[in-house]
T-cell receptor, first 114, second 112 residues
Framework: SAVISQKPSRDICQRGTSLTIQCQVD?????MFWYRQQPGQSLTLIAT?????????ESGFVIDKFPISRPNLTFSTLTVSNMSPEDSSIYLC???????????FGQGTRLTVV | DAKTTQPTSMDCAEGRAANLPCNHS???????VYWYRQIHSQGPQYIIH???NNETNEMASLIITEDRKSSTLILPHATLRDTAVYYC?????????????FGIGTKLQVIP
């Protein structure tokens, strides 16, 4: 199984600022996914990140608000831009390799915007 | 994407079997049933998955009906550490890779 490290684990940020969340995997993986989990809610997929190409965003999420980088097969970042209190959520990184039968998740980044 | 329906919450006495149902009446022939759980303040954890046969591993058993329209996750001897939200998911393919869509899940409370 893949071991995923997310940084930071939590942060409190001022509105209007941006936060970049890092996701590091201990092995090379084909696909990386970013999810958002708002308080008391289930997980919602933000985007799928492929190495060497632009991320694919789900309906309701745009690149200007959630830019994603995927410079290599073990690392990705998600930036939450121009934050507002509505962005307060847990952000989770997930990985999966071609042929794997399950997805693995990081522990999440708990973001509070004040 | 096929959708699933689960009870919002369930209670189970410690040491007893916890049986968590899931309906997935629109599942396609090549789609698998997956179960994940999310313990408070942690990321989701994979439990088990199956296509049409019953499956068992060290964590749980998965019983899938013959018509594949529903399934049950069984935790044979629930402990307090099994208190979590359990997600039943039907996996779809997208561009050759698997997209995981989460519903609201079942909040299982194991009672001492």
């Amino acid at each position: 199984s893949a071991v995923i490290s997310q940084k930071p684990s939590r942060d409190i940020c001022q509105r209007g600022t941006s936060l970049t969340i890092q996701c590091q995997v201990d092995s090379q993986v084909t696909m990386m996914f970013w999810y958002r989990q708002q308080p008391g809610q289930s997980l919602t997929l933000i985007a799928t990140a492929n190495q060497g190409s632009e991320a694919t965003y789900e309906s309701g999420f745009v690149i200007d608000k959630f830019p994603i980088s995927r410079p290599n097969l073990t690392f990705s970042t998600l930036t939450v831009s121009n934050m507002s209190p509505e962005d307060s959520s847990i952000y989770l990184c997930s990985v999966e390799d071609a042929g794997q039968e399950e997805a693995f998740f990081g522990q999440g980044t708990r973001l509070t915007v004040v | 994407d096929a959708k699933t329906t689960q009870p919002t919450s369930m209670d189970c006495a410690e040491g007893r079997a916890a049986n968590l149902p899931c309906n997935h009446s629109t599942i396609s022939g090549n789609e698998y049933v997956y179960w994940y759980r999310q313990i408070h303040s942690q990321g989701p954890q994979y439990i088990i998955h199956g296509l049409k046969n019953n499956e068992t591993n060290e964590m749980a058993s998965l019983i899938i009906t013959e018509d594949r329209k529903s399934s049950t996750l069984i935790l044979p001897h629930a402990t307090l550490r099994d208190t979590a939200v359990y997600y039943c998911i039907v996996r779809v393919s997208r561009g050759g890779y698997q997209k995981v869509t989460f519903g609201i899940g079942t909040k299982l409370q194991v009672i001492p």
